[in-house]
C-alpha cells in the first residue's frame, strides 16, 4: 500500500517517490492521512516533479500515484512553514 511506503519515509525521515503514468516526484512528507471522501492523502514538500512544477508545499492524493519507492535520499523535514494538524487533512494517522 502506499500509505505504508508513505509512514516508511516519515519514519526514517528519507524521501518518497512517487510514480505517475507519465513522470515521477520526490517528496518529503511532513503529514499522512485521510480526505473527508476517505481517500489516503498526504501533506508533503516536493523537491522535483513535472517539468515546470514549482517546489513547496502540495496536498497529494495518494489514489493518483502508481507506485512508491521510499528513497536513500536524507529528507530535511520538517521544512519551513510547517504547522501540525494540517487542516487539509480531514484524519491524521502519521505527522511530524
Known amino acids: 500500500m502506499l500509505i505504508d511506503k508513505a509512514a516508511e519515509a516519515l519514519r526514517t525521515q528519507r524521501q518518497l517517490e512517487l510514480r505517475y503514468e507519465t513522470f515521477s516526484r520526490h517528496v518529503e512528507v511532513h503529514a499522512i492521512g485521510y480526505s473527508r471522501t476517505g481517500r489516503a492523502i498526504l501533506r508533503a514538500w516536493v523537491?522535483?516533479?513535472?517539468?515546470?512544477?514549482?517546489?513547496?508545499?502540495?496536498?497529494?492524493?495518494?489514489?493518483?500515484?502508481?507506485?512508491?519507492?521510499?528513497?536513500?535520499?536524507?529528507?530535511?523535514?520538517?521544512?519551513?512553514?510547517?504547522?501540525?494538524?494540517?487542516p487539509g487533512i480531514e484524519r491524521i494517522v502519521w505527522e511530524l
Open 47 to 86: 523537491r522535483s516533479g513535472r517539468r515546470g512544477e514549482l517546489k513547496g508545499w502540495k496536498l497529494l492524493d495518494l489514489s493518483e500515484a502508481l507506485d512508491a519507492e521510499v528513497s536513500e535520499a536524507a529528507s530535511i523535514a520538517p521544512r519551513r512553514g510547517y504547522r501540525r494538524s494540517d
